[in-house]
């Protein structure tokens, strides 16, 4: 398995703010995952981001809105940039070992 | 882009008896089928997975069986109990050589109630 942790576990933000959100792992990973759970619907894949390069967003997701670093192999951050409450929504890190993906405890973020 | 439908989207059941929670998917290039289950709060978490070349598989109360030419695989549990209560999210991606993505494309969701 993997030990996923996120920094804040949640957070209460103003609109137009921005908040980052950081991902660490217990050990080296290659692909790390961030996805969007919207109030009582299913996940959905932000961005893939590998270290070393740039991350690759899926179809609805721009690099401006939530830019994404990937610093070194255990550790990710997401940013969402300049909220609005439509933004409020779990965020959750996953990785990916042996082909199964572990996902983080995700960070609840409600903006106002 | 792979398609993943789920059904029921709600299920109740009694305790003792069997669920069925059914996907299908789109692209016949994914060949990785996990399951997650997701308590109220709490992450997703794997309880089963089954990979194209396995038509079915079980662990303890949990079976999960794929039928690769219709594009479907389903959880089957038995004997629920009422910890078996949550979310259940099915899931395909492609993995190995060649074409590997290794993004997950999940269904809806199906809220699972097992009545004590």
């Known amino acids: 398995s993997a030990v996923i942790s996120q920094k804040p576990s949640r957070d209460i933000c103003q609109r137009g703010t921005s908040l980052t959100i950081q991902c660490q792992v217990d050990?080296?990973?290659?692909?790390m995952f961030w996805y969007r759970q919207q109030p009582g619907q299913s996940l959905t894949l932000i961005a893939t981001a590998n270290q070393g390069s740039e991350a690759t967003y899926e179809s609805g997701f721009v690099i401006d809105k939530f830019p994404i670093s990937r610093p070194n192999l255990t550790f990710s951050t997401l940013t969402v940039s300049n909220m609005s409450p439509e933004d409020s929504s779990i965020y959750l890190c996953s990785v990916s070992r042996t082909d199964t993906q572990y996902f983080g405890p995700g960070t609840r973020l409600t903006v106002l | 882009g792979e398609n993943v439908e789920q059904h029921p989207s709600t299920l109740s059941v009694q305790e003792g008896d069997s669920a069925v929670i059914k996907c299908t998917y789109s692209d016949s290039a994914s060949n990785y089928f996990p399951w997650y289950k997701q308590e109220l709060g709490k992450r997703p978490q794997l309880i089963i997975d089954?990979?194209?070349?396995?038509g079915e598989k079980k662990d303890q109360r949990i079976a999960v069986t794929l039928n690769k030419t219709a594009k479907h695989f389903s959880l089957h549990i038995t004997e629920t109990q009422p910890e078996d209560s949550a979310v259940y999210f099915c899931a395909a991606t492609t993995i190995g050589s060649g074409g590997s993505n290794y993004k997950l494309t999940f269904g809806k969701g199906t809220l699972l109630t097992v009545n004590p």
């Open positions: 089954i990979r194209s070349n396995v």
């Open positions: 050990s080296q990973v290659t692909m």
